[in-house]
T-cell receptor
Framework: QKEVEQNSGPLSVPEGAIASLNCTYS??????FFWYRQYSGKSPELIMF????GDKEDGRFTAQLNKASQYVSLLIRDSQPSDSATYLC??????????????FGGGTRVLVKP | DTAVSQTPKYLVTQMGNDKSIKCEQN?????MYWYKQDSKKFLKIMFS???????INETVPNRFSPKSPDKAHLNLHINSLELGDSAVYFC??????????????FGPGTRLTVL
């Protein structure tokens, strides 16, 4: 079982609709959860992070965390063609001498069609 | 005013050669990282340094040797390059390895192609 799992997609979404991305993780002790966006040929850039159960909203993006179900999601409202990218879920392990290790999922490719 | 920079951006070399990639951050962060992203787009941690001290050393062939001359720089030297080393290598930095969510910021990447 992979530590962080995402559906690879592509997730095809009409412009203006809501894109819903899911991520599950295996380590119950995980502390923080991150969503990164990566355009083709570019580096990952942070969209948002969440560490408490519930929802966190930032502009058109909402992250949702359910630690009991080991599940984190990202909603993109009013999807735009510029949102077409690969979205990477990353999970920070429990604190240890190894520090701030992030484990990434394989990413979900999102295509927003005009 | 680039936050995390890497050189070179592209690197094409023959099998068996030795090469280095350099990374610098001007964010004043304490922690720096090297990641490898393969052709299937999986991004995997290789090494991490906190204030010049190695704190993460994943299962990586010992042909790969990181070096941190100071907390703003982290270099990656690769000996005896193999075809399977072809990938994009990303450097990242964060404020502090041991505290809070501690967001990581990525450099532009170095695309290494081994022929």
């Amino acid at each position: 079982q992979k530590e962080v799992e995402q559906n690879s997609g592509p997730l095809s979404v009409p412009e203006g609709a809501i894109a819903s991305l899911n991520c599950t993780y295996s380590d119950r002790g995980s502390q923080s959860f991150f969503w990164y966006r990566q355009y083709s040929g570019k580096s990952p850039e942070l969209i948002m992070f969440i560490y408490s159960n519930g929802d966190k909203e930032d502009g058109r993006f909402t992250a949702q965390l359910n630690k009991a179900s080991q599940y984190v999601s990202l909603l993109i409202r009013d999807s735009q063609p510029s949102d077409s990218a690969t979205y990477l879920c990353a999970v920070k392990s429990r604190p240890s001498a190894a520090g701030n290790k992030l484990t990434f999922g394989g990413g979900t490719r999102v295509l927003v069609k005009p | 005013d680039t936050a995390v920079s890497q050189t070179p951006k592209y690197l094409v070399t023959q099998m068996g050669n030795d090469k280095s990639i350099k990374c610098e951050q001007n964010l004043g962060h304490d922690t720096m990282y090297w990641y490898k992203q393969d052709s299937k787009k999986f991004l995997k941690i290789m090494f991490s340094y906190n204030n010049k001290e190695l704190i993460i050393n994943e299962t990586v062939p010992n042909r790969f040797s990181p070096k941190s001359p100071d907390k703003a720089h982290l270099n990656l030297h690769i000996n005896s390059l193999e075809l399977g080393d072809s990938a994009v290598y990303f450097c990242a930095s964060s404020h502090s390895a041991l505290q809070g969510p501690d967001t990581q910021y990525f450099g532009p990447g170095t695309r290494l192609t081994v022929l």
